[in-house]
């Protein structure tokens, strides 16, 4: 998965749905993606259809997904949550 999705693309797109999106019981969720962390926010996560990425300290991130068109369908979600 590495250089896979630009770590600052997905943290724009994370900061993004949460300044723009509706606030759900668990996190945020704009245009279809949802967006979360764990208590203490060093881990963020991204979220859309069956594909969960995490983003951690140090610039690190891990992509599970169950097929390559959802992780396409995905990283197009984000490219335009960050082109607005």
């Known amino acids: ?11 724009t797109a994370f900061e993004r749905i949460t ?3 509706e606030k759900t019981d668990t996190g945020y969720q704009f245009q279809g993606v949802s967006a979360w962390q764990d208590y203490d926010g060093y881990t ?6 069956d594909v969960t990425m995490t983003l ?7 992509i599970e997904y ?8 995905f990283m197009k979600k ?6 607005d």
């Not at 998965?1 to 943290?11: G, P, Q, S, T, V």
């Open 66 to 73: 169950s097929t390559s068109d959802s992780l396409k369908q």
């Open 78 to 83: 984000i490219n335009l949550i960050c082109a």
């Open 19 to 21: 300044r723009l999106g």
């Open 44 to 49: 963020c996560f991204l979220g859309y259809n």
């Open 1 to 11: 998965m590495e250089n896979l999705i630009d770590n600052k693309l997905a943290l």
């Open 56 to 62: 951690m300290f140090h610039g690190k991130y891990d």
